[in-house]
């Protein structure tokens, strides 16, 4: 009797261990992979926050630095204005009005003469006498005789403001003082609200501000968010150190932003675009719960399999448990522990696994591919793109590159909705997906720019591939239902830069040069 209960206890015993060394295999299979595709996940999501603010910090300050042109070039007009009235600049008041009326450059428009009075100004409520600005930024305007923009600074109410001037000359080229734009920073709406509150306004979370070179906050469009500004060291250090890039700063309320920041090295600001670090959390707890929805049934079903066929085998399991301890280990399942086996049992049981197993490595699979793979356009990503350049340069391989740009495309979106937006960069891809072929690799950059890759091509088979491709995005009609354009900067490796990073800021430039130039148009660089 006690010999009968010595076996029955020996054979619980041993399906007992043979259970629980499938659940921990099962189960380590699954974190490792998962883990392992969500760690991929969060770093991707994490790069494409950063990237997409750094993306945002710069079309801000690029939107700042035309406006503020256009801004300077107002006053010009002026100044040639009261000049053809011959230095009258208590004349002009008139002329001002209409200039602020008009536009929303300033909040105000003054004329000064050469010992500092102001003698007209424009709107009619703006208060000359509160206004008498006993600062240095307004002296240095008198004094220099030449177009500045001042740092911000106080008047006599406490209001921060920002000083545009241009000098003003009679005829004969007699000094008479200058003409100036006022923009406040707070509690007015004006350009930089305009442009801030588009720039952030469908984006969740999403926040920006101006610093100067010292860190000091300058201008954010919403003062009830100031515990929302993450203004540290590692911001000001690094616009100090490079005129772009990203980081992870902490904020004065101790929450974590991630960062995209672009210096304006004209006027001495830097444009700051932040998200919460949250959102990739939020974002990371949706995908875990989408997975967890799909793989715990599968998981459950393979499970109550393996406790069925668990109970009657003995032999098979020193296979499958190995092959789980392999996967455990990291290793890919290439094929199955056994294709058949006596044991009806054990046979099902090895084909479960592997289809639970195979089912995982497809998924991780997947999303590994989704990562370097743009959703939109189906184009290789900034990820995959960036892979591919560190190859070829590693191997010392030629290429050529070209940067492409949609023109005005902040106009598609704001005329035509962000869904036809959508509709016209998947339309450009397409495109260049056609003359491209099998000779280059399309990438979406970010935002509306794309960059097409040459492998072995020479500066001027990219230059007419460039020039195929305007000119059919000009000739044919896109989703907004007329042509649009483009704008495509060229350079090549290793003849524009030692690594891609150099050519691709040599492409870069010229496609900047190429929007200067009056957009529709492509540049190869120097």
């Not at 490792?32 to 910090?57: H, P, R």
């Not at 479960?352 to 997947?366: C, E, K």
């Not at 491209?436 to 230059?463: A, D, K």
């Amino acid at each position: 009797m006690a010999g009968l209960m010595r076996k029955k206890l020996g054979q619980i015993r041993l399906n007992v261990l043979i259970i629980g060394l499938l659940v921990f295999s099962m189960l380590g299979i699954t974190v490792i992979l998962t883990s392992v595709a969500l760690k991929s996940e969060k770093n991707t999501l994490t790069e494409s926050m950063l990237q997409s603010n750094f993306e945002g910090a710069r079309n801000l300050s690029v939107t700042m630095h035309t406006f503020l042109f256009s801004m300077q070039h107002g006053l010009e007009a002026t100044a040639k204005y009261i000049e053809e009235k011959d230095g009258a600049l208590e004349q002009s008041s008139e002329y001002l009005r209409t200039m602020v009326s008009g536009r929303d450059f300033f909040n105000a428009v003054i004329t000064v003469d050469e010992t500092g009075a102001i003698r007209s100004s424009a709107p009619i409520s703006f208060d000359r006498t509160a206004n008498q600005m006993a600062s240095p930024a307004f002296y240095r305007a008198l004094e220099s005789r030449r177009p500045l923009i001042s740092e911000p600074f106080a008047d006599v109410s406490g209001r921060m403001l920002v000083l545009f001037s241009y000098p003003v000359f009679d005829r004969t080229d007699q000094y008479q003082g200058f003409v100036g734009g006022i923009i406040y920073l707070q509690d007015q709406k004006n350009l930089l609200s305009d442009i801030f509150d588009h720039a952030t306004r469908s984006q969740r979370g999403t926040y920006a501000y101006i610093v100067d070179q010292s860190g000091n906050l300058i201008y954010q469009p919403d003062p009830g968010r100031d515990g929302e500004v993450a203004l540290s060291d590692v911001i000001v250090q690094k616009l100090m150190k490079a005129p772009r890039g990203t980081g992870s700063v902490v904020n004065i309320n101790g929450r974590k932003y991630l960062a995209g920041y672009v210096a304006m090295p004209q006027i001495g600001w830097g444009v700051v675009l932040q998200s919460p670090a949250a959102q990739v959390n939020i974002a990371m707890r949706e995908l875990v719960q989408s997975q967890l929805a799909s793989i715990v049934p599968l998981f459950v079903i393979i499970l109550l399999i393996s406790l069925w066929i668990a109970r009657r085998l003995t032999v098979p399991f020193t296979v499958l448990t190995r092959t789980a301890r392999q996967i455990a280990a990291g290793e890919r399942m290439e094929a199955p522990p056994f294709t058949s086996h006596w044991n009806y049992e054990a046979h099902h049981l090895a084909r479960a696994m592997t289809l639970a197993v195979g089912g995982l490595q497809h998924q991780a699979d997947r999303m590994t591919e989704a990562a370097r793979t743009d959703k939109l356009t189906g184009l290789a990503n900034r990820a995959s793109m960036d892979a591919r350049l560190a190859e070829w340069t590693a191997e010392s391989k030629p290429f050529t590159l070209l940067a492409v740009d949609v023109d005005h495309f902040k106009a598609v979106n704001d005329t035509y909705g962000h869904n036809t937006g959508d509709e016209v960069l998947a339309y450009l891809a397409r495109i260049l997906e056609t003359e491209t072929g099998e000779t280059g690799l399309c990438c979406r950059f970010g935002g509306e720019e794309f960059v097409v890759l040459l492998p072995e091509q020479s500066l001027n088979t990219g230059r007419l591939l460039a020039e195929r491709i305007r000119g059919r995005l000009a000739g044919s009609t896109s989703p907004t239902g007329s042509p649009i354009t483009v704008s495509i900067g060229i350079a090549r490796y290793p003849d524009h830069g030692k690594d891609y990073h150099s050519v691709f800021e040599q492409a870069d430039q010229a496609l900047y040069e190429a929007k200067r130039g009056g957009r529709n148009r492509t540049v190869a660089a120097r």
